[in-house]
């Protein structure tokens, strides 16, 4: 597998392509976008960029320091593959990816199967039908105990693409239900299908192609018939799917479009199961730089994560911050925007986990030779983070997350050469205690962990209260300082460090009844 990346304009993400005469890709100069048999897949270049190519330099190794077991393949070298996603099951692990069989000119959808833990892997089907399954483009898939729900792109011949969506009660063994989503006018293209489901209870979202329109489509008979909202946003500067996620009832959709000049993050929700959607709400910064292809993760706790790729602060043309926000009221209201990368070498499509107390974010770091997938993880709600762990190296795209009970799933794509070849292969980590605090326990505090600091904001010294150790971190999650404090006070005299947000974070407690609290501090020199 190769990968291309041009800018004319607008800078393509080096998207991947297979070296067969019949699968060619296009480049079109009348829409500044890469073509991949008909399917564009494409992010803006920073209007505010000061260095025109990306850096070769500032590299940095970010050692595993936690409990990730070794990477295992996937997939084998028989098959080139794509945008992975992965569906933790009750029992079983799933990975989805478009595959095409070296020697086999088409693009399918492939569907892997363990029921070790992700030990070992099986392909267990290949959902193709030479009738409409031509261009898959992304493959959607999620999962609630063993109940599967898929979509991806469909075709007729020359008539326009519609969204295939399949559900399976039984871990994939059948799939029953089948239905295709498209409006019949106007009679446009239906591009990059999302599905989120829970129980009966299934969405599909939609970008309707010349109407620029968002749809979300729902069912509550697992995909047997299908009711339409109407268009819940625009979709201007929509080139990616819009990202979206079910939990206790609420839907949860973030996606970009066109805001007052700039490509940006908004998000939407519906509590009434998708009958209606509240006002699209702007995560972005409004600032002029482009912030692109978010994605979403939540649980049934209220909490939810959305994270980007956005310029805000970068010097670099293609590669910029990557950036989080959360909410732990269901996406009624959101904490301030926090940067996870510490080099502005991060690049569109990043991955997130949320579990009670439990935060990941991944994404692709293109500092030093090649590319990589970087993972930061949180255990106190994204109050502070641990350090950047590279989980991948080589030529890596595509991470996503998943986590079920304390265990957290990581899959990415990695371009290898085989036999002079170059061939995407789907790569698998795990990590069967990430999440520090299972997600349905309630655990009090113990006494003694309440913080709280004075004076805040402060320009010289500020003392903070509280009976444990107190560490100081940094936004990037970099540890500053380390407080021992005295019949329960410490002082902290920042020296060395910029004026900006700090956080204080102390522990107490072990085993699974440990608990940590975080307070923000504010140093203005």
């Known amino acids: 597998m190769a990968r291309l990346g041009i800018c004319i304009g607008c800078f393509i993400l080096s998207i991947p392509f297979i070296d067969v005469s019949a699968n060619e890709r296009h480049f079109s100069p009348d829409s500044?976008?890469?073509?991949?048999?008909?399917e564009a897949f494409s992010y803006l270049s920073n209007p505010h960029a000061t260095v025109a190519s990306q850096p070769e330099g500032d590299y940095f190794d970010f050692p595993i320091t936690t409990d990730w077991r070794d990477e295992v393949y996937v997939s084998d070298s028989a098959w080139s593959f794509m945008h992975p996603v992965i569906v933790a099951g009750d029992s079983l692990l799933h990975v989805f990816a478009n595959g095409v069989e070296i020697g086999i000119q088409e693009e399918r959808p492939i569907h892997f199967r363990s029921a070790d833990g992700g030990s070992s892997w099986e392909l267990f089907a290949n959902y193709y039908d030479s009738n409409f399954c031509r261009f898959p483009e992304l493959f959607s898939a999620c999962g609630d105990g063993g109940t599967l729900y898929a979509c991806w792109r469909g075709e007729y011949g020359s008539l326009p693409a519609f969204v295939h969506f399949r559900s399976s009660p039984d871990n994939g063994e059948t799939w029953p239900i089948q239905a295709e989503l498209r409006y019949a006018w106007p009679y446009f293209d239906a591009r990059y299908g999302v599905?989120?489901?829970?129980?009966?209870?299934?969405?599909?979202?939609?970008?309707?192609?010349?109407?620029?329109?968002?749809?979300?489509?729902?069912?509550?008979?697992?995909?047997?018939?299908w009711t339409d909202p109407g268009y819940i946003d625009t979709a201007w500067g929509q080139s990616y799917p819009a990202q979206m996620t079910y939990a206790s009832g609420v839907l949860h959709i973030a996606h970009n479009k066109d805001w007052d000049g700039q490509t940006d993050v908004f998000y939407l929700r519906s509590t009434d199961h998708g009958q209606s959607f509240a006002e699209p709400v702007f995560l972005g910064f409004?600032?002029?730089?482009?912030?692109?292809?978010?994605?979403?993760?939540?649980d049934s706790l209220g909490n939810v994560a959305v994270c980007w790729m956005d310029y805000i602060g970068s010097p670099y043309a293609f590669v910029g911050g990557a950036w989080v926000r959360q909410s732990t009221d269901y996406g009624a209201t959101w904490g301030e925007a926090m940067r996870l990368d510490t080099n502005f070498e991060a690049s569109v499509g990043m991955a997130a986990a949320v579990q009670g107390n439990y935060r990941a974010v991944a994404w692709v770091d293109h500092s030093g030779p090649g590319s990589r997938v970087v993972l930061r993880e949180s255990q106190d709600h994204g109050a502070t983070w641990g350090p950047a762990q590279v989980m991948g190296?080589?030529?890596?795209?595509?991470?996503?997350?998943?986590?079920?009970?304390?265990?957290?799933?990581?899959?990415?794509?990695?371009t290898e050469v085989i036999e002079g070849q170059p061939r995407g292969l789907i790569m698998f980590r795990k990590n069967d205690t990430a999440v520090g605090i299972g997600w349905s326990e309630v655990v009090e505090l113990p006494e003694g962990i309440t913080l709280t600091c004075y004076p805040n904001p402060f320009n010289a010294a500020t003392t903070i209260t509280g009976e444990a150790e107190i560490a100081i971190f940094d936004i990037t999650g970099r540890r500053v300082a380390t407080l021992h404090a005295a019949k329960g006070r410490a002082v902290w005299e920042p020296k060395n460090l910029s004026s900006g947000v700090y956080y204080a974070r102390a522990v107490a407690g072990e085993g699974p009844g440990w608990a940590a609290q975080a307070i923000k501090l504010v140093y203005l020199k």
Not at 393 to 414: N, S
């Open 195 to 225: 599905v989120a489901g829970r129980g009966d209870t299934t969405f599909v979202n939609f970008i309707q192609y010349g109407a620029n329109g968002l749809a979300c489509w729902r069912s509550i008979n697992r995909g047997r018939t």
């Open 32 to 38: 500044d976008m890469l073509y991949r048999n008909d």
């Open 286 to 298: 409004p600032d002029g730089n482009h912030g692109q292809w978010p994605e979403i993760a939540a």
């Open 393 to 414: 190296e080589g030529i890596c795209y595509d991470p996503r997350l998943a986590v079920r009970g304390e265990a957290a799933y990581l899959v990415w794509e990695e």
